[in-house]
Each structure stands twice: as structure tokens, then as C-alpha cells.
């Protein structure tokens, strides 16, 4: 069955430090890929996508993402997070011509000062 | 901003009753999908559409129907709403060209 895994339910993180959300599909073949980001109370805004070519991504507010076939992986990167980055974070998977996306049960993360 | 907006924002009703949320978009988007958020699942797919009065059944589509007459709204019914239909309803529209959903800011439903 096709699946989104994203093992880590909650991070806590200190301002200034690194930040890694993983994510984990199961699917036939190479989906495409995204990650999304939730405020409180608000939608959800794109981060980044993978579709085809460089598995290294960039995307908004200095947030990049890997994609590893072999480990099934798109895990999601920042260098040094601030306090505005805490939020939750879905991975979603997409792999029909009808654009329907499956996601992760998200991964909450919290920022210390 | 993919110009969605939903409605209502916030809705507080009783066991039972219908209920209609409604999506609507202005840049002429053909697909288009409904989705519900609770915690420890993160979104499910209840139904999608992909063009005028073209919908299908998504994951979690039991209790709910759809419908769209116009390409810019999608509606959202359920028939007689259950607690476990308490939720946050997010809608999006998929820009064909970039191939990534975008969404509305949500209605949150409380049945009780």
C-alpha cells in the first residue's frame, strides 16, 4: 500500500540551530514530492518540490530538501532556524494524473530561545 | 496567493443537520479538491474534481457528497453531519502548469 511516514511527531530545536524533518514514502514509483508548512490557525503554504532532476532542492524561507531514491527519503533541511519557523511541517506525495496528494501526519516543531 | 477562498471560516452546528462549505477560485483552475485535517493524520483527500460536474471519490469520502456547477466552486455537503465529522476542512486547486496544489485557508467545523 502506498504510504507518507514522517517518524518524528514533534522537534524541539533552539534558535540558531540546525533543523532536519524526515520524511518516508512508499510508493511503486518516483512520486512527486513536497513539503508544506502550517502556522497556527492558518492554510498551508508550499515550501518546496520535487518533481525530476537536481535531488537537491531549494525553497522558501531558506528551507532545502533531499531526495534520495534509494532510502525513499525526502527529508527536509534548514542550516539555522528562527523563532518565525515554528510551525508544522507536512510531507506530501503525489503520484496520479489526477494530482491527489497523500501527506504525512505532520511533524510539529517547536523553537527555544 | 492562488486567489481560493472558503466558506464559512468557522461553523458550530448540531448532530444531524446539513451542512455546505463552499470553495471558490478566480484563476479558472480545472482541478480542484477538498481535503480534512485532524490530528495525527494530517490532510485526507475526501473528494476531487476535475472539471465541471466531473468528481470523484477521495480516501475518506463516507458521509460526504460534492458538487460543482461552475468552474470556479466547489461545494462541500455533508448529508447529516456526526461528531466525527468535527474537523478542519481545507480546499485546493492544483495549477496544472506547475503541478503543485494550492490552498485555501480552511473551515473549521465543530458538530455537536
Known amino acids: 500500500a502506498q504510504s507518507v511516514t514522517q517518524p518524528d511527531i514533534h522537534i524541539t530545536v533552539s534558535e540558531g540551530a540546525s533543523l532536519e524533518l524526515r520524511c518516508n514514502y512508499s510508493y511503486g514509483a518516483t512520486p512527486y514530492l513536497f513539503w508544506y508548512v502550517q502556522s497556527p490557525g492558518q492554510g498551508l503554504q508550499l515550501l518546496l518540490k520535487y518533481f525530476s532532476g537536481d535531488t537537491l532542492v531549494q525553497g522558501i524561507k531558506g528551507f532545502e530538501a533531499e531526495f534520495k531514491r534509494s532510502q525513499s527519503s525526502f527529508n527536509l533541511r534548514k542550516p539555522s532556524v528562527h523563532w518565525s519557523d515554528a510551525a508544522e511541517y507536512f510531507c506530501a506525495v503525489g503520484a496520479d494524473s489526477w494530482g491527489k496528494l497523500q501527506f504525512g501526519a505532520g511533524t510539529q516543531v517547536v523553537v527555544t530561545p | 496567493d492562488a486567489g481560493i477562498t472558503q466558506s464559512p471560516r468557522h461553523k458550530v452546528t448540531e448532530t444531524g443537520t446539513p451542512v455546505t462549505l463552499r470553495c471558490h477560485q478566480t484563476e479558472n483552475h480545472r482541478y480542484m479538491y477538498w481535503y480534512r485535517q485532524d490530528p495525527g493524520h494530517g490532510l485526507r483527500l475526501i473528494h476531487y474534481s476535475y472539471g465541471v460536474k466531473d468528481t470523484d471519490k477521495g480516501e475518506v469520502s463516507d458521509g460526504y457528497s460534492v458538487s460543482r456547477s461552475k468552474t470556479e466552486d466547489f461545494l462541500l455537503t455533508l448529508e447529516s453531519a456526526t461528531s466525527s465529522q468535527t474537523s478542519v476542512y481545507f480546499c485546493?486547486?492544483?495549477?496544472?502548469?506547475?503541478?503543485?496544489?494550492?490552498f485555501g485557508p480552511g473551515t473549521r467545523l465543530l458538530v455537536l
Open positions: 485546493a486547486i492544483r495549477d496544472r502548469g506547475q503541478e503543485t496544489q494550492y
